[in-house]
């Protein structure tokens, strides 16, 4: 058993899909229209045969729902490894990305915590 996809709830899809290639670096990996929305997925570059994230419309109330309670708690919806936590603060800060947390030590590990304009708080994080 593995783990082929995994998602997060977006507000709007081309803004995620913008937000996620051309700020985080995702390639685009599927874009299917289905109705009014799409199944739209990235992938690292690094693995464009790896783990797909979907970028699913946030539609549903208890998904809203769920979206504004992590981030009142300033909690991040997925994490994604880096090699470099302060490297990559710098170069999505000088993008103009947001952070709620900058770069902090956790005994092995760093995080930092972005806004990814979509409704969601991230993690980038190195061991």
């Given at each position: 058993m593995r783990i082929t996809l995994t998602s997060v709830f977006v507000d709007?899809?081309?803004?995620?899909?913008?937000?996620?290639?051309?700020?985080?670096g995702f390639a685009a990996?599927?874009?299917?229209?289905?109705?009014?929305?799409?199944?739209?997925?990235?992938v690292s570059p690094e693995q464009p045969?790896?783990?797909?994230?979907?970028l699913e419309p946030d539609e549903h109330?208890?998904?809203?729902?769920?979206?504004?309670?992590?981030?009142?708690?300033?909690?991040p919806y997925n994490s994604f490894s880096v090699t470099d936590v302060q490297a990559e603060y710098d170069r999505l800060s000088a993008?103009?990305?947001?952070?709620t947390q900058p770069p902090t030590r956790m005994g092995p590990v760093t995080t930092a915590?972005?806004?990814d304009t979509c409704g969601n708080l991230l993690q980038i994080a190195a061991m």
């Open positions: 709007d899809q081309e803004k995620a899909l913008r937000f996620y290639t051309d700020v985080l990996k599927n874009d299917v229209p289905m109705g009014e929305h799409r199944w739209l997925t990235v045969d790896g783990v797909e994230l979907v109330p208890a998904a809203r729902a769920y979206k504004q309670g992590l981030v009142a708690d300033g909690i993008l103009g990305v947001r952070f915590v972005l806004d």
